[in-house]
T-cell receptor, first 115, second 114 residues
Framework: KQEVTQIPAALSVPEGENLVLNCSFT??????LQWFRQDPGKGLTSLLLIQSSQREQTSGRLNASLDKSSGRSTLYIAASQPGDSATYLCAVRLGTQGGSEKLVFGKGTKLTVNP | DARVTQTPRHKVTEMGQEVTMRCQPILGHNTVFWYRQTMMQGLELLAY????????DSGMPKDRFSAEMPDATLATLKIQPSEPRDSAVYFCASGLTRGALGLFFGEGSRLTVL
C-alpha cells in the first residue's frame, strides 16, 4: 500500500529565507507527483506536477524535484514571503501506465513565513 | 475562469439526518473524485468516476455513503444516516485521464454532524 510522508509537519521561517519541504513515498511505481497548496478554509491549489519520467519542474520561485528510485520529492521555495504561508501537500498518482487515477496524499507541511 | 463548484459550503445537521453534497466539475473533465479531509486522517479518497462510471468506491462506508454522477455536469455524495464521525471537509476534484495538469479541487463542503 502506497504511503506518503511529509516531514516536518510544521515549519516557521523568517521572510526572505530559502526553504525545502520534503515528501517521501513507499512505492516507486508512480505515474506522477503533484504539489498542492492549501490556505485555511480553502481547497487545494495545484502548484507543480512532475511526471514520473521527469526530474524537476519549476514555476516562479518554486522548484520541485523527483527521485523515484529513492521515493523522494522536494519542494524548494526561494526568497520566501509571508504570502507563502499555507499548508503544502504532496500527492502521488498510482500506477506506472496511468491507468489508476487515484492520488495518495501526505498530511502536509504547515509553513509560516514571519515578516 | 474554470473551476470546480461545490455546494453547500457549510452544513450543520443532526445525527441521523440525510446529507447531500453536490459538485459541478470543470466542463470537459472526464474524471471526478470525492475526498474527505480530517485533522487525524488527512485527505482520504472516498470514490472516483471516469466518464461518469464509478471506478472505485472502496474508501466509502457502503452502508451509509453513496456517490453518483447523474450527468457529466453533476456529481453527488450522499450520507444517510449521518453520524458525528462523518464531520469533515468533503472535497470534489476533477481532471482529465492522462491529463498533464493533474487534479483541480473545489473549495470543499464543511460538514458538522451534531
Amino acid at each position: 500500500k502506497q504511503e506518503v510522508t511529509q516531514i516536518p509537519a510544521a515549519l516557521s521561517v523568517p521572510e526572505g529565507e530559502n526553504l525545502v519541504l520534503n515528501c517521501s513515498f513507499t512505492d516507486s511505481a508512480i505515474y506522477n507527483l503533484q504539489w498542492f497548496r492549501q490556505d485555511p478554509g480553502k481547497g487545494l491549489t495545484s502548484l507543480l506536477l512532475i511526471q514520473s519520467s521527469q526530474r524537476e519542474q519549476t514555476s516562479g520561485r518554486l522548484n520541485a524535484s523527483l527521485d523515484k528510485s529513492s521515493g523522494r520529492s522536494t519542494l524548494y521555495i526561494a526568497a520566501s514571503q509571508p504570502g507563502d504561508s499555507a499548508t503544502y501537500l504532496c500527492a502521488v498518482r498510482l500506477g506506472t501506465q496511468g491507468g489508476s487515477e487515484k492520488l495518495v496524499f501526505g498530511k502536509g507541511t504547515k509553513l509560516t513565513v514571519n515578516p | 475562469d474554470a473551476r470546480v463548484t461545490q455546494t453547500p459550503r457549510h452544513k450543520v445537521t443532526e445525527m441521523g439526518q440525510e446529507v447531500t453534497m453536490r459538485c459541478q466539475p470543470i466542463l470537459g473533465h472526464n474524471t471526478v473524485f470525492w475526498y474527505r479531509q480530517t485533522m487525524m486522517q488527512g485527505l482520504e479518497l472516498l470514490a472516483y468516476f471516469r466518464n461518469r462510471a464509478p471506478l472505485d468506491d472502496s474508501g466509502m462506508p457502503k452502508d451509509r455513503f453513496s456517490a453518483e454522477m447523474p450527468d457529466a455536469t453533476l456529481a453527488t455524495l450522499k450520507i444517510q444516516p449521518s453520524e458525528p464521525r462523518d464531520s469533515a471537509v468533503y472535497f470534489c476534484a476533477s481532471g482529465l485521464t492522462r491529463g498533464a495538469l493533474g487534479l483541480f479541487f473545489g473549495e470543499g463542503s464543511r460538514l458538522t454532524v451534531l
